[in-house]
């Protein structure tokens, strides 16, 4: 049975830095493209970055200089490196592959 499972949101102040992981099991992870995808209240499911199999990330241009994807293979799990964050990227963080998504993790920018 696939699963995706996200760690390390939480509450951090304005400019501060996050790192977020995506723990995979069931695929193989070092032939699937992973992506990150947030929602925050009142809001659609947005874009946030891409990693594929050969390494070629895309990130959505609202976290474009901020937010940095990667991934471990030895380790099945991809991560997001998340910078100067801002109020604006208060929301739940998924992680996704094919048609699996993960049960998401919550950060909350504030002050």
């Known amino acids: 049975q696939v699963h995706l499972v996200e760690s390390g949101g939480r509450v951090v102040q304005p400019g501060e830095s996050l790192r977020l992981s995506c723990s995979a099991s069931?695929?193989?992870?070092?032939?699937?493209?992973i992506d990150w995808f947030r929602q925050s209240p009142g809001q659609g499911r947005e874009f946030v970055a891409r990693i594929t199999s050969a390494s070629r990330t895309v990130y959505g241009d609202s976290v474009k200089g901020r937010f940095i994807i990667s991934r471990d293979n030895a380790k099945n799990t991809v991560y997001l490196q998340m910078n100067s964050l801002k109020p604006e990227d208060t929301a739940v963080y998924y992680c996704?592959?094919?048609?699996?998504w993960g049960q998401g993790t919550q950060v909350t920018v504030s002050s």
């Open positions: 069931g695929i193989i992870f070092s032939l699937s493209a």
């Open positions: 996704h592959t094919d048609e699996y």
